[in-house]
């Protein structure tokens, strides 16, 4: 993560600034649910302080990666806003073999944001709507890392320091309805993404903005029940690009889709028809091989939504070439 020294004085700063987080963002959406999907269902509860109640820490894990999302749209929007171009780069990501392990880096994370965030060094009386988002994000990430202290501790107290995440099994990863919910949901993520970015490029009007950020959702909730499939399956996520060491933790500086630059509205909705369409053939095969119509049922579901895109993607493409004036 980027650190900053001195005090921002200049729009370029304050936005340079904003980058820097939206880059840990943009990352720990992501991050945090593998991390999830990695343990087990409503196996290690915690007493959460802020929720006052029992707790499944994947579950919580999986509510903090969305939050996380929520702060990328947030530091995007603003950034647009102030005339910049956002960062889609991303931090790297890490799986351990241990839940321990994850959870402390993940708490080791949302401390070294919170530091990011409470200390912006932003000159007084510059940029105040920057400052006091900066300070609301920031007490968010105070949460998420008491949560995953609170997380650790019952880890411990449990006697389940040393539990170990779900394993991938190479035998269901060969069947061939495993191997096309594994690229379903490579697929997921990246679509996932590319609507965040184009939702946030054209936060600013409202013809299309809330319209493409509401498809980034749908493709974060079918990433999201996809992973619990794999681990129904008897197998888990992959991480893209992800390199693992000789300890067994895996790295991935390349965890999600390469989005560069800031396309025209035309051009962006080009992009994401034919990736919708091309999801949709991987469903339309994927769903007759399933045994569990549960399962089933869930990615046909997901298929309809799907469908629901295209129609949508196909009018806006349109409307976008009919109307005068519009860039």
């Given at each position: 993560m980027k650190t900053y020294g001195g005090r921002i004085a200049t729009t370029a700063g304050a936005i340079a600034l904003m980058n820097a987080a939206l880059e840990h963002e943009w990352a720990v959406s992501f991050e945090?649910?593998?991390?999830?999907?990695?343990?087990?269902?409503?196996?290690?509860?915690?007493?959460?302080?802020?929720?006052?109640?029992?707790?499944?820490?994947?579950?919580?894990?999986?509510?903090?990666?969305?939050?996380?999302?929520?702060?990328?749209y947030q530091l995007g929007i603003e950034i647009v806003r102030m005339g910049g171009t956002p960062s889609f780069r991303t931090?790297?990501?890490?799986?351990?073999?241990?839940?321990?392990?994850?959870?402390?880096?993940?708490?080791?994370?949302?401390?070294?944001?919170?530091?990011l965030y409470q200390d912006?060094?932003?000159?007084?009386?510059?940029?105040?709507?920057?400052?006091?988002?900066?300070?609301?994000?920031?007490?968010?990430?105070?949460?998420?890392?008491?949560?995953?202290?609170?997380?650790?501790?019952?880890?411990?107290?449990?006697?389940?320091?040393?539990?170990?995440?779900?394993?991938?099994?190479?035998?269901?990863?060969?069947?061939?309805?495993?191997?096309?919910?594994?690229?379903?949901?490579r697929r997921e993520n990246d679509l996932m993404h590319r609507?965040?970015?184009?939702?946030?490029?054209?936060?600013?009007?409202q013809d299309l903005g809330p319209r493409l950020f509401k498809n980034s959702i749908d493709h974060m909730r079918h990433w999201d029940k996809n992973a619990g499939?794999?681990?129904?399956?008897?197998?888990?996520?992959?991480?893209?690009?992800?390199?693992?060491?000789?300890?067994?933790?895996?790295?991935?500086?390349?965890?999600?889709?390469?989005?560069?630059?800031?396309p025209t509205r035309r051009r962006a909705l080009q992009e994401l028809l034919p990736a919708e369409l091309r999801l949709i053939g991987l469903y339309e095969r994927l769903i007759p091989l399933v045994a569990a119509e549960e399962i089933r049922e869930s990615l046909r579901l997901q298929l309809s939504l799907k469908r629901e895109h295209v129609f949508t993607q196909e009018r806006l493409l349109e409307n976008a070439g009919t109307v005068k004036g519009l860039v």
């Open positions: 945090y649910l593998v991390h999830a999907y990695s343990m087990p269902k409503g196996r290690f509860f915690y007493d959460d302080p802020y929720l006052a109640r029992r707790t499944d820490a994947r579950a919580q894990t999986i509510q903090i990666g969305i939050d996380e999302m929520y702060h990328a931090d790297a990501i890490v799986r351990a073999p241990r839940i321990a392990d994850d959870l402390a880096r993940d708490k080791r994370t949302e401390e070294a944001i919170t530091r912006t060094r932003i000159r007084e009386g510059l940029f105040p709507e920057i400052r006091n988002m900066a300070l609301n994000i920031s007490y968010d990430e105070v949460r998420h890392a008491g949560q995953f202290q609170a997380m650790l501790d019952a880890l411990a107290a449990g006697g389940h320091a040393d539990a170990v995440l779900l394993a991938a099994d190479p035998a269901v990863d060969a069947r061939e309805d495993a191997a096309l919910l594994h690229e379903i949901m609507y965040l970015r184009a939702a946030i490029l054209f936060s600013g009007r499939h794999l681990v129904r399956m008897g197998t888990v996520l992959r991480i893209e690009g992800a390199k693992a060491g000789p300890d067994g933790r895996e790295t991935s500086r390349a965890p999600m889709a390469a989005l560069k630059g800031a």
